[in-house]
Structures are given as C-alpha cells and as structure tokens.
C-alpha cells in the first residue's frame, strides 16, 4: 500500500545535477507535504531560488557550471531564503566553507531521505515567525547592552540597528541572551538550537557560533561578548546592567 500524500506544505527546490537523485528526492518530499522541483545547474538554480516561490532550497555543493559555493554567495547577497547544502561525506572543510558562508545547515552524501526531511523540518521552523496567534508578547523580547531581540518578530538590533541573521544564528542568540552567564555545552546547544543528537565529530555549531560572534562584534567595551570554555562549550558574558526579558 502507498504510504498517504500529506497535505501540501512549503514548496522546496532542488539544485542538483543528479538526475535520478532529484527524481527520487521529490517523490519522497511528496510523500512527506513537500512540493519540489528540481534544476540542474547552479546559475538556473540562483534565479530560481530567488523567485520567491520556493520556501528551502536544497543545493549540492558539485555543480556543473559553478561550485554550490558560488551559487549560495549569489543567493545570500539578495535572499535569507533557508538554504541545506548537500557536500561530500568526511569533506569538513567544505561543510565548514558552506555555514561560513551562509548556509543554514548541512548533510553528507549519500544520506537517509528521513534524516533529510528532519533536517528541512527543522530549518523550516528556525526560519519562519510563529502565527500571530502565537506569537510572544513584548515582555518576552531580551535585551542585554546594545543587543535587542524580538522574539515574535525574530529580529535583532545592536544599538539600535537591524543584524542580518540566520534562523539558526538568531535561535542560538536567544538561547545565549536566556541563559547568560551559565555555560552552555556543545550537546546543549545542537539539541535546543540545530534540533538533532549531538555528535562529538560535528564542529557545526562551533562555525554557527563564530558566525554569530563576527556578525554581533564586540561588547561597547571592547570585550568578547561570547566566549569559549576548552573542553565544554560557551558562555556569554552576562552584562552588569543587563534588563528586560529573562536575562
């Protein structure tokens, strides 16, 4: 017996040079409430995936016209559409080249099609806003020095003006801002932030954490505002004159 088509959700598109792979991708992304279309090459893709039509898009790292690389370089100069970038198994280096550059998450070839929906379900809800109905009230937004986030809306501001990142990025500011002056470990963050298990070889959340340093600067006084703790994790400094919020 077929296995039921859910409901129709966001539509996903596929940037693979893989024929037969793209064909079974959308099949099964079918099945599980996902529309997709796929295309084959990196500058159809970058066109397509800024169309506004798409909700993820799914980029492989080995393109035929251009590297994956250059395709999300052109798509984050104009979209914080979420992008998962597909890289070659034990290739960390281009894993740690993708989240550098923007991507929201990763997955080594050749991987479980369940784990890939997990993973699109997952960067789905880093990236959109909660229903109005659901959203936080004011009180619930967390502001620490200069940094200002607000939770409903997903923004954040320092001094006053708007920071550009990531689902993931401004899901692990907030676990930061919320949990400020307590150290949190690596296994901490990946389940709360990356929603999946840790593992001791995955260093993403390390790169996730460097991007959100570079993007966020220094305290008003010059000082890290996250730092990190050998062997464990992180912690960001808690300010003197913290307010608002949980902080």
């Known amino acids: 017996m077929k296995k039921p088509i859910k409901a129709f959700g966001p539509r996903i598109l596929v940037v693979d040079d893989d024929v037969e ?23 159809k893709g970058v066109e397509s995936a800024l169309s506004g039509e798409y909700a993820l898009v799914i980029l492989d790292v080995m393109l035929p016209d251009m590297k994956g690389f250059e395709a999300l370089r052109r798509i984050r100069a104009e979209s914080r559409i979420p992008v998962l970038m597909l890289t070659a198994r034990g290739d960390d280096q281009d894993r740690i080249l993708g989240l550098e550059m923007g991507a929201d998450d990763y997955l080594p070839k050749p991987f479980n099609p369940r784990e890939l929906s997990a993973r ?99 305290r008003p006084d010059g000082s890290e505002r996250i730092k990190g703790v050998r062997g464990i994790g992180y912690i960001y400094v808690l300010a003197s004159h913290a307010r608002g919020g949980k902080i």
């Open 21 to 43: 792979l793209c064909k079974l991708l959308s099949q099964f992304l079918l099945q599980n409430g996902f529309p997709t279309e796929a295309v084959h090459g990196g500058a």
């Open 120 to 218: 699109i379900e997952a960067v789905l809800r880093r990236s959109s806003p909660p229903p109005a109905e659901l959203r936080m009230e004011p009180e619930d937004n967390l502001i620490n020095e200069d940094i200002e986030l607000l939770s409903g809306a997903r923004v954040v501001r320092r001094a006053g003006k708007d920071v550009d990142l990531t689902g993931v990025e401004f899901d692990l500011l907030k676990k930061f801002l919320i949990s400020a002056g307590h150290i949190l470990s690596r296994e901490e963050m990946v389940r709360a932030v990356l929603s999946r298990e840790f593992s001791p070889f995955d260093r993403s959340i390390d790169t996730h954490v460097s991007n959100l340093r570079k993007k966020l600067g220094p």
